[in-house]
């Protein structure tokens, strides 16, 4: 090979890959994933939307932030309004302060007389994982089932 045609064959290949320079540096990138069919930069759109993702977070933050402010300002404003009783007992020489709607006392125990079990019960019917007994006015009607021998009793 003489040197004009090698140099004329290296000017060549210089103008081919200065032309397909663009087409390979867009293919690589489509591969990549950083960008799209139409040849839009996807890393615009996605700093967009994680901007847009961070603004949203921040919002729901100060959203959330503002709910606990007023919800603890109401709870403040229910424990003011609450009745206490205050008890001293003898013994222990420990004064106690009872809620008067939930009948515990500062350290979340109940009083003596005060029935745990109907306690217990109170919360369950509350709750909806029980449901009350109705009562049946008037007397008592005796349940016949398959069991009982009624029809020899008649």
Known sequence: MTA???????QNNRIRRAKNKQ???KK???????????GKDLMEKVKEITEQQK?????EKIKEEAMQDIIKQE????????????I??????VTHRYNARTKRDQFGQYPVWYNAKKERRKQMIKEGKIKKKRRIPGRKMHFIDETSNWKNIA
Request: charged content about 55%; proline content about 0%; glycine content about 4%.
């Open 55 to 59: 603004r949203q977070e921040e919002e």
């Open 23 to 25: 087409k390979e540096l």
């Open 28 to 38: 690589l990138k489509k591969t990549l994933g950083l960008i799209d069919e139409d």
């Open 4 to 10: 004009r045609s090698k140099g004329r064959r290296d």
């Open 88 to 93: 001293k007992h003898e013994k222990s020489n």
């Open 75 to 86: 709870t403040q404003e229910l424990r003011d309004t609450e009745d206490y009783i205050e």
